[in-house]
């Protein structure tokens, strides 16, 4: 069931910002390959500190957790998910990764439970990314859930932001090529902050875009994931199980 059913809203005490890397789009059931999760506390958030600069930009909170792991994900990188990552099966093997296994998942229980509860995962285009491609490697070993962990996409947030409050929200109104507004990561961080996101494409890259991007309309936010955040129990998983032909290389 969703909060947004509740009477009451959640109020989540830790955010843990969250971004994958893999080895191609939804459609082609990709694996991960990095991921990273940094955890911010509602205060941080709610005392977002900015710089004394002529364009006053959210300072990243000084105190976190963060977490960054690369896999190899025993599939092959499309080209282009190679390219933009800079990640390959060569580069990950050489360095001697290992796969999405056990230990993976004891580190994220472990992770999870250092942190203040209620929590909620925070990922861009989470539920169309992030969260059933996680689901899906869980599943892949036999683990289904995180207990009492929510989860939410600022995404979704941004576009619903932006809906109820068009007049109010126009800054998420950036004009992709082909005129239509897009709400992409990289597009939002631009709009805000007149330059592009560092580091894109590389998990803690995208995370730490993405925590300034939440920092920029912070109130908002919070009270929008109280509201809408989803149990990621319920999260569906990306794909059940990799068919054969895309059986580890
Ligand atoms: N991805 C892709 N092609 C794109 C964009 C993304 O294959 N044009 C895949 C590879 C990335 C993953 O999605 O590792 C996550 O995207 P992002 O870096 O935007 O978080
Ligand atoms: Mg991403
Ligand atoms: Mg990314």
């Not at 947030?157 to 409050?165: F, G, Q």
């Not at 730490?208 to 309309?217: E, S, T, Y």
Request: proline share 5%; charged share 20%.
């Amino acid at each position: 069931m969703y909060s947004k059913h509740d009477l009451q809203p959640t109020r989540f005490q830790t955010y843990v910002f969250m971004d994958l890397e893999a080895t191609g789009l939804q459609f082609s059931q990709p694996r991960i390959a990095e991921l990273c999760l940094i955890a911010v506390s509602r205060h941080a958030l709610e005392n977002t500190e900015y710089s004394n600069s002529f364009l006053p930009v959210p300072l990243f909170p000084r105190v976190v957790d963060k977490l960054s792991l690369c896999l190899n994900p025993q599939k092959p990188f499309t080209p282009v998910a190679s390219k933009i990552t800079g990640l390959s099966n060569d580069l990950l093997h050489t360095n001697r990764r290992q796969g999405f296994n056990i230990h993976v998942i004891h580190i994220l229980e472990a992770f999870l439970k250092r942190q203040s509860a209620p929590v909620c995962f925070v990922a861009h285009n989470g539920y169309g990314y992030d969260f059933p491609l996680l689901k899906a490697e869980l599943n892949g070993i036999g683990f289904s859930v995180f207990n009492d962990v929510y989860c939410v996409d600022t995404l979704a947030a941004m576009k619903a932001l932006d809906k109820v409050n068009n007049h109010l929200y126009q800054f998420a109104g950036l004009q992709s090529n082909s005129g239509r507004k897009t709400y992409s990561l990289e597009g939002l961080y631009l709009k805000f902050f007149k330059e592009y996101p560092p580091d894109s494409h590389t998990a803690e890259g995208d995370t730490i875009a993405l925590i300034a991007v939440f920092q920029w309309r912070a109130k908002d936010l919070i009270k929008w994931t109280d509201l809408n955040a989803k149990q990621f129990d319920e999260i569906k998983t990306m794909y059940k199980e990799q068919t054969k032909l895309d059986s580890p290389a």
